[in-house]
């Protein structure tokens, strides 16, 4: 009778079909590289981030344009630096991924490296750019500061000296528009109307990374760590 039954059954596709094969590879030729907090929804506190944001983003789909995107959970993150933009291939192509490592370690040991035992960013208010074209959360991490200046020493001598970047803000992007000078006055005003409702979600870190960034804006697939080049603890 098993028998009989089992051949009754369909037979399951093979463990590495084509579409997983397709989904698993890396869409950029050239990567880049940051260092990140990334993804924010598996940090200490990432729960309670992931679950404000779906019913955030609940009630931006309401209203948000058909060339507008709302981010996935998994692509939220807070860039700290970045080492190689995936936009320019002719940096991240020569990159050397074990560089980039003792640059990483270079940086940990830096004596302005601040003293504490995990990275705590307060994800803030939502907000868009004055272009209307990006939609980010303010952030609050003073130490932010003091990790890019160490970031930035440990650079020199380096093939990313001079291509290291630091955003002037700490933030998170979630809304990023296709149509480049879009700015349409009634859906910044409902947008303002929906950010007053978002409440601040407190994460916490024990690891900074360098991060591969193989698809745009931080959307690679999961699981994390195969996209994590280095790490090292927050804590002295």
């Known amino acids: 009778m098993a028998t009989v039954l089992a051949e009754a059954l369909p037979s399951l596709p093979p463990l590495t079909d084509v579409w997983t094969d397709k989904i698993l590879q890396p869409s950029l030729d050239s990567p880049g590289y940051v260092v990140s907090i990334w993804p924010l929804i598996r940090a200490n506190g990432g729960s309670q981030l992931l679950s404000t944001y779906n019913s955030f983003s609940e009630k931006m789909e309401e209203f948000i344009p058909d060339f507008a995107e709302l981010y996935p959970p998994s692509a939220l993150h807070v860039t700290i630096a970045t080492l190689a933009s995936f ?7 020569q990159l050397d991924e074990d560089m980039l490592r003792m640059f990483l ?5 830096d004596p302005a490296w601040p003293e504490m035992d995990q990275l705590t960013v307060d994800i803030c208010q939502p907000t868009l750019n004055q272009e209307g074209v990006v939609g980010f959360f303010f952030n609050k991490c003073p130490a932010i500061a003091d990790l890019r200046e160490c970031l930035k020493r440990a ?6 000296e001079n291509r290291i970047k630091c955003p002037g803000i700490v933030h998170s992007t979630f809304l990023r528009f296709s149509r480049a000078g879009h700015d349409d006055q009634k859906f910044r005003e409902r947008f303002v109307e929906v950010a007053k409702t978002w409440e601040s979600v ?9 991060v591969r960034e ?14 994590i080049v280095h790490s090292v603890p927050v804590s002295l």
């Open 202 to 210: 407190q994460i916490s870190v024990d690891l900074v990374d360098i």
């Open 105 to 109: 370690d270079r940086a940990r040991e």
């Open 214 to 227: 193989s698809s745009p804006y931080m959307h690679m697939i999961l699981p994390a760590k195969r996209h």
């Open 87 to 93: 936009v320019d291939t002719s940096v991240s192509a």
């Open 155 to 160: 650079a020199v001598g380096t093939p990313i």
